[in-house]
């Protein structure tokens, strides 16, 4: 961080926009591309392994068996996580992360036969495993290596780099798998996850103070006072339990309105899909305009997405469907860089981990529960009502947190973002 930007408090400094920042920051540049290029490998893992599990197995079941290990090392393992994250230098998870996601990915190229299924099923909840211990690194380096005022900017890149992982990884991921096999898509996974480990140890991370991070027990324990001593941080954890009751719902109707209400198949489910990664993209780009009002940028951006979302359970046409879910998920782009920017600044950062591992995991439960529930709710209601009363759900959450924040919103509790770790 440089001497002026040191110096300089955040709030009287014009945040920065996002492509900007990449030149005033080049370590997060450098993070940020790394992120880039596994993110991309990583779809192409993906498509390539749903595929061959279908082809080995011909079985729907293996996919979902697939697909469900990867939420329940989150759940178990989040909170571990985020101690581990508080408790060892940040840039190391990364690299070590990075290099054990690269063996684990060449494990999928012996896998050649139904009877070796369970490699696909090891290496799947390997591969969830190592990121389930990244995560929060991941999130709490940010902002270590970058200057306060650049914080919105810098999580709005991250929105941006998601939504271009999910429009570019998914599309080349399938064309790659089908043309050449999945034996390629398996080596170019592994090939990304080591040159983000090259780019990642380029990054100069200051250290954690060797007295700040807290060890064994008390270090699962001691992040609750420090939520329950910030009502920013209750604000966030409240969001956190809140959006994923409709945003499961939602994440479901992905595949259900394209095939039953549509009537479009695969073309609808990728439209929507692209219409996703679209609204990242947008999201990304417009959130440093919010910088200034970051909290209030998050209620309403809650709001916002609730009412578009509403409008994709109720259009007339795909068309019509994919636009709203573009600007919805844009909006959802802006609370998340919102979201990701209040809790930096209102976490102390030996802890910060521990926060972002805390608010991942509430997150996942509900999620995870608000996918079964729609689920089953789905034998008794159309798309359209589930889809209308999820996005509902989501516009009362931000009402409720614009609601009951008061003052929290005009000025949002921040803690001195520290240049150390």
């Not at 985020?82 to 063996?103: C, F, N, Q, T």
């Not at 608010?359 to 439960?365: D, I």
Request: proline share 5%; hydrophobic share 55%.
């Amino acid at each position: 961080m440089s001497q002026a930007t040191a110096d300089t408090p955040h709030h009287t400094r014009r945040p920065l926009g996002a492509l900007t920042t990449l030149c005033a920051e080049p370590a997060f540049a450098r993070l940020l591309l790394g992120s880039f290029i596994s993110g991309a490998g990583n779809w192409f893992n993906t498509v390539a392994l749903l595929g061959l599990t279908v082809r080995l197995t011909g079985s729907p079941l293996a996919v979902g068996i697939t697909l469900a290990l990867k939420t329940l090392p989150q759940l178990l393992l989040a909170p571990v996580a985020g101690v581990v994250a508080d408790h060892l230098p940040r840039k190391r998870i990364l690299i070590v992360a990075d290099l054990l996601a690269a063996l684990v990915t060449l494990s999928f190229l012996v896998a050649t036969s139904a009877s070796r299924l369970w490699i696909i099923y090891a290496g799947t909840l390997a591969l969830v495993v190592v990121d389930t211990v990244r995560s929060p690194a991941r999130n709490a380096i940010t902002p270590s290596i970058v200057a306060p005022d650049t914080l919105p900017a810098a999580n709005a890149l991250e929105g941006m780099a998601d939504g271009s992982v999910m429009l570019l990884g998914a599309a080349l991921g399938g064309l790659v798998s089908g043309m050449f096999g999945p034996t390629s898509a398996f080596l170019i996974n592994s090939a990304s996850f080591l040159a983000s480990a090259a780019l990642i140890a380029t990054v100069r991370v200051p250290p954690i103070a060797a007295d700040s991070a807290a060890r064994g027990v008390r270090a699962l324990t001691e992040v609750w006072p420090i939520v329950r001593a910030s009502r920013t941080l209750q604000l966030l954890l409240l969001l956190a339990t809140l959006w994923p009751i409709g945003g499961g719902a939602i994440n479901l109707l992905l595949t259900v309105y394209p095939t039953q209400v549509f009537h479009a198949g695969d073309r609808g489910i990728g439209a929507l899909y692209a219409a996703i990664g679209v609204g990242f993209l947008l999201g990304g780009f417009v959130a440093p305009r919010f910088a200034r009002r970051t909290a209030l940028s998050l209620t309403l951006a809650f709001i916002v997405e609730g009412i578009l979302q509403i409008a994709v359970s109720q259009a007339p046409s795909l068309l019509i469907a994919v636009l709203a879910l573009a600007l919805a998920t844009s909006a959802a782009g802006v609370g998340n860089a919102c979201a990701s920017t209040i809790i930096m600044r209102a976490s102390p950062a030996h802890a910060l981990g521990r926060v972002f591992a805390l608010m991942g995991a509430l997150s996942t439960v509900t999620f995870t529960l608000s996918l079964l529930a729609s689920g089953v709710l789905l034998h008794s209601m159309s798309p359209r009502t589930l889809g209308a009363l999820a996005g509902g759900l989501i516009t009362c959450a931000g009402l409720a947190a614009r609601v009951t924040s008061g003052s929290l919103l005009t000025q949002t509790e921040t803690l001195p973002v520290s240049a150390a770790e």
